[in-house]
């Protein structure tokens, strides 16, 4: 049988409640959002919009110094997940989480940086398990709806990284400029060099600027990672 849990070297992350399981993109989303922010000025205030285990407030907390992260979920039993796998961190006190819809979340204070991995999938494509379905499918969180929120809750000088496939990438880049969001950087993320990009991960600030595009691969043709990956997941990945 499966573990039910995901053990990273300095933390875990229980999954057997959560309808998204931890999935190698994601985790590539964390290292990718956790680099950026070592690379820049360290943010007071993080909002993770749509936690699901928590995975991405986790890996911000272990490799940054960020006074605060809070996170929203919307499934009950995804939330409590989330929160047992905060309480058993390192980081639990910078760590807080609120069962709600991101629609109605309200904070007094505006975020230095707000991450999602939201979902994406349209309602065509639902399938049998309901907990999973209101994990990946964007009727519970329309791109109008995020770019709304996120105009909403980001401080002035603030920055939003999102993580999704190419197509509602596009329409959340249209979408986020009537608020004006525009992306600054956009990272395409493949399996392997020679197959379509998969996802991509993209920060937008209030600043429209010129866009900086790259490409990041996550295996070699012959299924090893690349130097990149490696260098990128090495802190969280057990066996790296």
Request: net charge negative; with cysteine.
């Amino acid at each position: 049988m499966a573990n039910s849990f995901f053990q990273f070297k300095q933390f875990k992350v229980e999954q057997g409640q959560c309808g998204m399981k931890v999935t190698t993109d994601a985790c590539l989303f964390g290292a990718i959002a956790s680099k950026k922010v070592i690379d820049g000025a360290t943010p007071n205030r993080i909002l993770d919009i749509g936690t699901g285990t928590g995975l991405l407030s986790l890996m911000l907390a272990q490799a940054t110094h960020v006074t605060k992260i809070h996170a929203i979920e919307i499934d009950q039993g995804t939330y409590h997940q989330a929160r047992v796998n905060f309480r058993d961190s390192p980081w639990t006190n910078i760590l807080s989480i609120e069962l709600s819809p991101f629609q109605e979340f309200n904070s007094d204070n505006k975020f230095d940086l707000i991450i999602s991995n939201p979902p994406f999938f349209s309602k065509n494509q639902l399938g049998d398990s309901s907990k999973k379905n209101l994990a990946i499918h964007n009727e519970t969180l329309t791109v109008n709806q995020l770019a709304n929120g996120v105009n909403e809750h980001l401080n002035e000088a603030g920055l939003f990284y999102l993580f999704y496939p190419p197509y509602e990438m596009g329409l959340f880049i249209q979408a986020a400029r009537a608020f004006g969001l525009f992306p600054n950087e956009i990272i395409a993320i493949k399996d392997r060099i020679t197959k379509p990009i998969i996802r991509q991960a993209v920060i937008f600030s209030r600043t429209e600027s010129v866009i900086h595009e790259t490409e990041l691969v996550i295996k070699e043709e012959d299924g090893t990672y690349t130097d990149i990956f490696i260098d990128l997941l090495k802190p969280y990945y057990l066996h790296l």
